[in-house]
């Protein structure tokens, strides 16, 4: 449900948007190049399967790895903008929108790595259908964590509920406990 005094009260588009910007750069237009340069190649030159006795093997192994990758940043995101954002009550959205965008940057980073796991398999084993899958494994990942709107609303109440009981962020020391 959008609209109403809440959406009024918080600039909910401002806050998306820097995290977005940075999460649509990193997963969709990196790994749409490096496809891309993929593509080009299996197209105009030859890859050799430079490990063909157990190339099948390494594409299961590494399918695991982008598994536990996704899941990692799934319980990441939560994990993380669970902690407190806001440093004072006088600056509340901007610390929750610099600290949005803080906090998101490392696991937009770890779901494109994703992708990367693709490109080694293709240099790998020039299967340009493996890597393709990568890459829209990693988007779909993407589209699981991005910030939205409902997302952004459940993070406000719940910084409001810390900052209400007198809990504030305090470095980034303050995240490992």
């Known amino acids: 449900m959008r609209g109403g005094s809440f959406d009024s009260d918080y600039d909910l588009a401002g806050l998306i948007a820097r995290p977005l910007y940075f999460g649509m750069l990193v997963n969709i237009g990196l790994p749409?190049?490096?496809?891309?340069?993929?593509?080009?190649?299996?197209?105009?030159?030859?890859?050799?399967?430079?490990?063909?006795?157990?190339?099948?093997?390494?594409?299961?192994?590494?399918?695991?790895?982008a598994l536990c990758q996704s899941g990692a940043a799934i319980y990441w995101r939560w994990k993380v903008l669970q902690q407190p954002m806001v440093r004072r009550e006088e600056t509340f959205e901007e610390d929750i929108a610099r600290e949005l965008l803080v906090r998101s940057r490392p696991i937009f980073i770890l779901i494109a790595s994703i992708s990367i796991w693709g490109f080694v398999y293709f240099y790998a084993t020039g299967r340009f259908q493996e890597t393709a899958l990568f890459v829209i494994f990693s988007f779909v990942v993407f589209q699981v964590v991005r910030p939205r709107y409902g997302f952004v609303r459940k993070v406000i109440e719940h910084q409001k509920a810390l900052v209400e009981a007198g809990t504030f962020y305090r470095g980034k020391d303050s995240l490992l406990s």
Do not use: M
Not at 32 to 45: E, G, K, M, T
Not at 52 to 65: E, K, R
């Open 32 to 65: 749409a190049v490096l496809l891309f340069v993929c593509y080009y190649i299996n197209q105009n030159s030859f890859v050799a399967n430079s490990i063909p006795s157990w190339a099948n093997q390494l594409f299961y192994v590494l399918v695991f790895v």
